[in-house]
Every structure is written in C-alpha cells, then in structure tokens.
C-alpha cells in the first residue's frame, strides 16, 4: 500500500490533461495528432493500392499480343451469306482468333434410298469415315443429319462420284485460334453456337458476334 502512494506521488499528470479523478485525458493537441496519423495510415493504404491495381492491369497487357482489336472479313460474309464472327487481332495484326469455312456432310433420310448401304458406300470411299458416329446422329436427328464434317475438298470429291442422292455439303464455318496454346486463357473459345464462353470471346460477344 505504502509503495502504491509513492508511485502515485512520483507520476506527475499536467492540470490540463487531468480528469475529475485525477486520470489522465486525451486533449486537443494529441486528439489532432491520433487523426494525423490516421490520415496518413490512409494515404499510404491508398497508394498501396493504385500501385497494386497498376502492377495487375501491367501484368494483363504483357499476358496479351498487344491491344485486340476486332476485323470483319468481307470476303466470308459473301461466301456465306452472313455476318461472320469478327476476328481478334493484336496491335501488330497477328490473327489470334479467326474463322474457317469447312464443308459437312449432310444426309436427307427422306432421299437417300437405303441409308446403310449408302453408309456401306461412303467407308469404303473416305477412310476414317467414322461409321458408329454416324448411325448416332442419323439415329437422334430428324429429317436431316451431319454425318461428317471439316472434309477436305478430295473428301468431297470423293464423295461426289459416289452419286447418292439425298447426300449434300453443307458449308459452316469453324472459330479456330492459330495460337490457342499461347493466348487461350485469355482469348478464351466458343461454343457449338459460336458464341463466346470464356476470355475476350465472351467479354466482347456482342462486338464479335455483329462481326464488329
């Protein structure tokens, strides 16, 4: 008890920052300087963050071939009779996502006189001609069915000479990305109804879709 009084004697407190009881109070001046400090802590914070946020936008742009940019191409949209899917170019015009006409091979069940004969037909005539496939679709398609696609123009040809009647080349067009291993995290794809699922494809679906 005795060494208590003494502390208590030896702790000097000002008048001015001394409470009814004797304890001490925060006064104006330290007030200013706790909300000084607060206001710089603030500050800092603030510039943490703008630096972050340029570092990550920084790091974006150097994942990217330089800045996309989307291209219309004419020469498809006469070919097809519709507007194309834009293509994705970076600022030095390397393709990163563009479109491929293919040919697909369609079967009218309605036309073709004996479908499994045709299918007979067409093995022999295309190697790697994926028979098992085909009877799928034909099996849960209506009237009309792809039996193959992406043939080539001697696939064509072949085909040609084999005079069915009821089997007819369908042109469709194919989003391919010529470097889809480098860029495709970003580039993103799309799906079976060419619209975009993921990355650049997607953000900017509406754009591309308009062949904008």
Same mark, same amino acid.
């Given at each position: 008890m005795i060494a208590r009084e003494e502390i208590r004697r030896r702790v000097h407190v000002p008048a001015d920052m001394a409470g009814a009881n004797g304890q001490p109070v925060i006064t104006g001046r330290v007030n200013h300087a706790i909300e000084? /400090? *607060? %206001? #710089?802590?603030?500050?800092?914070? /603030? !510039? =943490?963050l703008l630096i972050f946020g340029a570092i990550a936008g920084r790091i974006v742009d150097l994942s990217l071939p330089g800045e996309v940019e989307f291209a219309r191409d004419g020469g498809m949209h006469r070919a097809l009779g519709t507007i194309p899917r834009a293509e994705i170019t970076d600022r030095n015009g390397q393709v990163i996502a563009t479109n491929l006409i293919? +040919? +697909? !091979? @369609? !079967?009218?069940k309605r036309e073709v006189p004996d479908v499994a004969a045709a299918l007979d037909r067409?093995? %022999? +005539? !295309?190697? /790697? =001609?994926? #028979?098992? *496939?085909? @009877?799928r679709v034909i099996n849960h398609s209506g009237r009309y069915a792809v039996i193959a696609d992406r043939l080539s123009p001697w696939q064509q040809q072949q085909i040609n000479e084999l /005079?069915?009647?009821g089997l007819r080349f369908h042109r469709q067009l194919e989003r391919v990305y010529p470097s889809k291993e480098l860029f495709s995290h970003v580039v993103g794809y799309t799906g079976d109804n060419y619209r975009g699922l993921s990355g650049v @494809?997607?953000?900017? &679906? &509406?754009?591309?879709a308009a062949g904008e």
């Open positions: 000084l /400090g *607060r %206001n #710089r802590i603030i500050i800092v914070a /603030g !510039l =943490f293919v +040919a +697909a !091979l @369609e !079967l009218d067409i093995v %022999n +005539a !295309l190697p /790697g =001609f994926d #028979r098992h *496939r085909a @009877e /005079g069915i009647p @494809e997607k953000s900017y &679906d &509406d754009l591309l």
